[in-house]
Every structure is written in structure tokens, then in C-alpha cells.
């Protein structure tokens, strides 16, 4: 019995013996590593916010009034991007199909990009620097461009830098939603009665459903930006591949991950920052309430 004991303590202790402690230096421990930086984070934090608050005065107004819905009525800056994305299109796809795409998008990155290497390092790619640079850059810029031709400041510039008025033949091009107003489009596309013929409701004793296409309201407000989001990360991955920038998944997720943040972020600041009454597109000193 005890040299069968003793024969299988023998590959145990071996294995025991093989395996190599890690060294003090290769571990992170919650305490103190983790807790004291995060400690003195919130120390910072919280130094900052005071100082801000000392020095400057916060506008706010009376208390609030629920017959008297202040202008603008904004949402918490966390969903002013998305009240942003809603003046731009129709409500169902800023407000839903956006949000719904960009989280599962969000979920599918470690599907698509599954490579071990480089993995838990920041800048795993060599040319992961670069990517989030012409990503950041294309979205943020891109984005304000957007939103400044949507509000036709184009117009304004030219008006201001030749002294004449915009060419009325070129009026469907001050924004998107001139492309349905300022084009004279026949009415037989503009009010087209489908719901009698895909729904037969009569033949279950229901009265019709009276569904009315709209086709220049349909491209406004759901094929032009529809089109817009999903064309524009396409050209900008098609366009850094020829140049050599992106080469791999991980660049390319790098890159549009970062082009999705930028653009996140433009849309934050218009929202919060550059938005004024009646959500017209201001100046940020012109959009503070006035202090009471």
C-alpha cells in the first residue's frame, strides 16, 4: 500500500513543482493597486466639481411649471444625442432602430475581431493609433458637417461671403427635407393609398385600413439617412483599406468603433451645447436660459 501511495504523490509533486509561481510584479491586486487609484480619482473628481461650482454660477431658472413647458424642452444630456438624431429623421428610427443597431453592433465586435493576439493590451494593432485617429476625426467632423448642412449654414455662408441670395433652382439642396418640400413632385406620389389593397380588413368584418405612401416624405425621413449611416462607415472601411490603413478585423473595428464614439459625441454636444429655442442650431453663449 505504500508504494502505491507513494507512486501517485510522485506525478503529483512533480506537477506541483513544475508549475511556476508568477512573479509579485506580473499581479494587480484589488488592494491597494485597484482601490487607491480609484480613490484618488474620486478625490480629483470631486476637487474639480467644487471649484467649478464655486466659480461658476449655474443658470437656473424657477421652479418648474407643468403649464409652462420651458423652450427648448430637452431630454437628460444622456438622450440629447438622440433627440439630436430626432430632427434629422423619422422618430421610429432615431428613437428605436439606432439604438437597437448600435448595441447589437457593440455585442458582435468580439464575434467579428476573435484573434487572441494582442489580447487586454491598448493598441494591439500597429496601426491601431491611426485607425482611431482617422476614425475619430472623419466622425466627429463628418458628423458636424451633416448636421450644419441639415440646418443649411452652407446658404448662410454663401449669402455672407458673395452678398447675392441662393439660387432658387438650387433651393432642394438647402437641406434634406427641402428635397420634399422645394421639389415640385407630382401629387400621384405624394398621397398613395396602399393600405385598401395589402389589407383586405372588410373581408373580417373590420373597417379598411387607410394607409397613405408618402413617397418624398419616405426618402426625407427613412431612405436618405438609412442610406447616409450604413454607406458612410462602408466608404470610410473601403477608402482606408486602399490606403493601406486598415489591413486586419482589429483595424477595422478600431477604426469604425472610433468613428461611432466621435459621432456619439458630436451629437451630444449639439444636443446639449448648440441647441437653443424652437431647437434651432445656435451659437453655445446664445443658448443659456437667463437667469432669474
Sequence with gaps: MASGSESLQKPISKAVQGRQA???EEELLVWPDLVFIEFISALLFMLTLTILSILINAPLQD????????????????FLNLQEL????????????????????LMAIPYLDNTREGEGKWWASPRAKINAKVG??????GTLLLILFNESKHVWLFEKATTLQWPSAL????????????IPWPESIRSISIGE??????????????????????????????????????????????????QTKR??????????????????ISGTALRGAGMELMWPWNVKPPVT
Excluded: C
Excluded at 204 to 229: C, F, S
Design 22 to 24: 508568477r512573479r509579485r
Design 63 to 78: 421652479r418648474a411649471n407643468p403649464s409652462h413647458t420651458p423652450n427648448p424642452s430637452k431630454a437628460p444630456w444622456y
Design 86 to 105: 430626432l430632427l434629422h429623421m423619422h422618430p421610429a428610427i432615431a428613437g428605436v432602430l439606432v439604438p437597437t443597431i448600435a448595441v447589437g453592433a
Design 136 to 141: 475619430a476625426f472623419v466622425g466627429f467632423f
Design 171 to 182: 433651393n432642394w439642396l438647402k437641406n434634406t427635407r427641402a428635397i420634399q418640400t422645394e
Design 197 to 246: 389593397k395589402l389589407f383586405k380588413t372588410e373581408l373580417l368584418g373590420l373597417p379598411p385600413i387607410n394607409l397613405v405612401l408618402d413617397i418624398p416624405k419616405l426618402l426625407v425621413e427613412q431612405i436618405i439617412p438609412m442610406t447616409t449611416m450604413i454607406g458612410l462607415p462602408i466608404i470610410l472601411a473601403v477608402v482606408a483599406g486602399k490606403m493601406n490603413i486598415a
Design 251 to 268: 483595424d477595422y473595428a478600431i477604426l469604425i468603433f472610433s468613428a461611432f464614439m466621435a459621432t456619439w459625441l458630436m451629437l451630444t
